[in-house]
Structure formats: structure tokens, C-alpha cells
């Protein structure tokens, strides 16, 4: 059973470009959540989404931010005119929709570097 | 609002030698515990995890965790450590232990192995 896969795992982009990461979860997996690494800091929460379903973006920025998990396909998170401070790893993490804790499982994340 | 605090950002210790890595939450309900553990560029891996009934949860390598309500901590410990232990440690809760939620992360632990 592969695990939470991620890509691109590098990702480069002029300030201004936008940025597309992809997340394909664990096979059986309905839930996704992305989290952002700032650099020497913990992993911040951003978004939490279900198939076609977003239930809790209280961690995404308001601008420039968005994401989505369709029925058929990864889950996208997509920053638009992205800037320097937008440089970070970003992690997408999978679980079932089943008691007891809903583990969720990380892929390798995607480190994105804006210039 | 959950929150989490792991003190010591860094932690340096002698292979063979025990380490206890510190972590304090704060939530208005009850939580799971989880610590997670991150080698360098890769993503977050599982460690232990509480959920309920006994308060010493242990895993495979070796590491054990203790989860203490009345002081709302649940520190992270070896008796000897190794080389390989090297990495990143993360501490992190989830509320609403009955429904998939998010995580909150504390800062992270350095954890830095020398012989």
C-alpha cells in the first residue's frame, strides 16, 4: 500500500508565478490536510478538506490561497502570485474517516522556493 | 484554542545516554497526544501516540511517552539513545477526539546524537 504521495518534492518559482502542489493520499483515504513548515518553525495548519468537500480553511491565508480535493484525482493546493515569504515545505497528510484518532500519515512534503 | 510548547528547541546529548524531551499542552477539552518524528527533508513519521487508558504508551524503537492531565503534558523519553535517533521531534494534539480535525504542532525538538 503506497503511502501519501506528494509532488513535485522541489518546486521553484519567480515571485509573481503561481505554485500547484499535488497530494495523492493513502488508497482508502478520504480525508486530506495541508500544513505549512516555515523555516526553523513547527508545522502551522492550513486546510482540511474532504472528496469535493473543504471543512476547515481557518489556516489558509485569505489571499492568494486556495484548495481543492475533487472526486477524481490528488488534492491541489494552489498559491497564486506567490511571493518570498511564500517559501516554506508544505505537507500533506491523509486519514480515514474511521474512530478511533483518524491517524494521519505525511507524505514527503514539497519544498518550495520562490525567487 | 488548543496550543502546544516544547521548550527546548535544541537538545544535544551523548549516544548511550538517556533524553527526555519536554512538551506542555493547553486545551479547554480532552485531546489525543501524538509525537512525531522528521529526519532531515522527509516528512513526518509517526511515533506514539495516546489515545486513552494507559497514560505510558512506548514504541518500537525504544522511545516512551507518559501522558500526565494534571500537569497537561506528555514528554517524550529514551533511556539510550543512538546516532540514528538524530532528527526532529514534534509533539502535537488533536481536539475533538470523535471526529477528524486537524493537528497543532508545537515548535519542535532538535535532537542532536554525537558519540
Known amino acids: 500500500n503506497a503511502g501519501v504521495m506528494q509532488n513535485p518534492r522541489h518546486l521553484v518559482r519567480r515571485r509573481g508565478q503561481e505554485a500547484r502542489l499535488r497530494c495523492s493520499p493513502m488508497?482508502?483515504?478520504?480525508?486530506v490536510y495541508w500544513y505549512r513548515q516555515l523555516p526553523e518553525e513547527g508545522l502551522k495548519f492550513m486546510v482540511y478538506l474532504q472528496k469535493e468537500n473543504i471543512i476547515d480553511e481557518s489556516g489558509m491565508p485569505k489571499e492568494r490561497f486556495s484548495a481543492e480535493f475533487p472526486k477524481e484525482g490528488p488534492s491541489i493546493l494552489r498559491i497564486q502570485q506567490v511571493v518570498r515569504g511564500d517559501s516554506a515545505a508544505y505537507f500533506c497528510a491523509s486519514s480515514l474517516y474511521r474512530a478511533p484518532a483518524y491517524e494521519q500519515y505525511f507524505g514527503p512534503g514539497t519544498r518550495l522556493t520562490v525567487t | 484554542a488548543q496550543s502546544v510548547t516544547q521548550l527546548d528547541s535544541q537538545v544535544p546529548v551523548f549516544e548511550e545516554a538517556p533524553v527526555e524531551l519536554r512538551c506542555n499542552y493547553s486545551?479547554?477539552?480532552?485531546?489525543?497526544l501524538f509525537w512525531y518524528v522528521q529526519y532531515p527533508n522527509q516528512g513526518l513519521q509517526l511515533l506514539l501516540k495516546?489515545?486513552?487508558?494507559?497514560?505510558l504508551v512506548e514504541s518500537i524503537n525504544g522511545f516512551e511517552a507518559e501522558f500526565n492531565k494534571s500537569q497537561t503534558s506528555f514528554h517524550l523519553r529514551k533511556p539510550s539513545v543512538h546516532i540514528s535517533d538524530t532528527a526532529e521531534y514534534f509533539c502535537?494534539?488533536?481536539?475533538?477526539?470523535?471526529?477528524?480535525?486537524?493537528?497543532?504542532f508545537g515548535t519542535g525538538t532538535r535532537l542532536q546524537v554525537t558519540l
Open positions: 495516546y489515545l486513552s487508558g494507559s497514560t
Open positions: 502535537a494534539v488533536k481536539e475533538e477526539p470523535g471526529t477528524a480535525s486537524k493537528l497543532t
Open positions: 486545551s479547554s477539552v480532552s485531546v489525543y
Open positions: 488508497k482508502g483515504h478520504s480525508h
